[in-house]
């Protein structure tokens, strides 16, 4: 108790006499940390180094009312249809998921103006050999920190009948899993 009794007074006493100094020293420690986890970020194929906001547009053009062959499109405006992905070194390898959208059934993908459908299907190569089907995982191997390309292409199957005017939509979710 005498030691603070003992600052009390120094205390009053320096409101007491202006005049009286007191003088002291703080020190102490900040702190720096970076937290790297393990991730991969996906960028689409037309600016490979600006991270994708929305991953791209399937953008089947303009045609008539009927086409007698699939209508084809390509994920990126550069042509390739990919999505580029690119993982720190601890990451071997992930997984690609496409949905079935949400005009979907659970074994179509459809484009829709709000009251007629359109079929169409996705692919992980320009011929339309390698289906992307609805929910299946598609592995991908990483590589030294390159990025990874992730092919997308989509057709709508050929159509004799007439189809009303309109613009025909569909929300994918592309899930990555490492």
Known sequence: MKTSKHWALIALAALIWPGMNANGAVSGQVHARLTIIAGCEVSNGASPDNPASGSGTLDFGRPGPTWDSPIRASLSEDGSGRLNVACDPSVNGFT???????????????????????????????????????????????????????????????????????????????????
Do not use: E, M
């Open 96 to 178: 690609v998921t496409i949905d079935g959208g949400t005009h979907g059934d659970g074994t179509t993908r459809r484009l829709s103006n709000g009251r007629q459908t359109l079929p169409y299907q996705l692919f992980l190569d320009a011929s339309g050999s390698q289906r992307y089907s609805i929910g299946q995982q598609h592995n991908f191997a990483v590589t030294s920190g390159t990025r990874i390309p992730i092919p997308v292409f989509g057709s709508v199957v050929a159509n004799a009948r007439a189809v009303p005017a309109g613009i025909y939509t569909d929300t994918l979710t592309v899930t990555l899993d490492w």
